[in-house]
């Protein structure tokens, strides 16, 4: 048995094992509550916010393309061209996507789920990870709880305002790059 004190903190060898394995388990539990909170919140504010963003995003970005496609479109072309594009594009219905829509949502689906499953693991196994080492802790762990809420707080606050800023303004799609895409194809369509 080890019973050597250590003179400058008044505690024996064993003592100070034994508070180094307590601080360990409380930054384990510490650092595992801060993964499932912010793991949760990921995971919550993207399929319920910033995927919502990302698709108004990008169907503005498209709305502006075929805006431009469709103006670039009238200056290439004589008048007495326009009357004819004019009278085809008026005898042409938009297809049925139904189809193509409901693969979209199929896919969509799948991401959620496996996203579910990925999540679901990272915090069951923090959760896990907690409630085996919290039973050896004899700080308060209401201290623990707080000061992984304000953490979330401020992750939180701090994603809201990059989507709300800068990635709802961000410009994804290259407008230029589209339009000479299709001219492109056109010509080559033209050509054939």
Known sequence: MNTSVDVNKGITAGESIAIEAENRRKTAVDIMLG?????????????????????????NEM???????????????????????????????????????????????EIKKKAAIIFGI???????????QIKYIKTDLGGIILSN?????????????FVTNIS???????GNFVRYLMLKNLQSYGNS
């Open 35 to 59: 993964v499932v909170l912010i793991a949760t919140f990921i995971a919550t504010f993207f399929f319920t916010f910033v995927s919502k963003v990302e698709g108004e995003v990008v169907k």
């Open 63 to 109: 709305e502006k393309i075929v805006r431009d496609l469709t103006a670039t479109i009238k200056l290439y072309t004589l008048n007495s061209d326009t009357t004819v594009i004019k009278n085809v594009v008026a005898s042409l219905s938009p297809p049925n996507l139904s189809s193509q829509d409901r693969n979209v949502d199929e896919h969509n689906s």
């Open 122 to 132: 990272i915090i069951i196994s923090g959760i896990i990870i907690i409630l085996t």
């Open 149 to 161: 809420i304000i953490v979330l707080g401020l992750v939180g606050l701090t994603e809201y305002l």
């Open 168 to 174: 709802k303004n961000y410009q994804i799609v290259d």
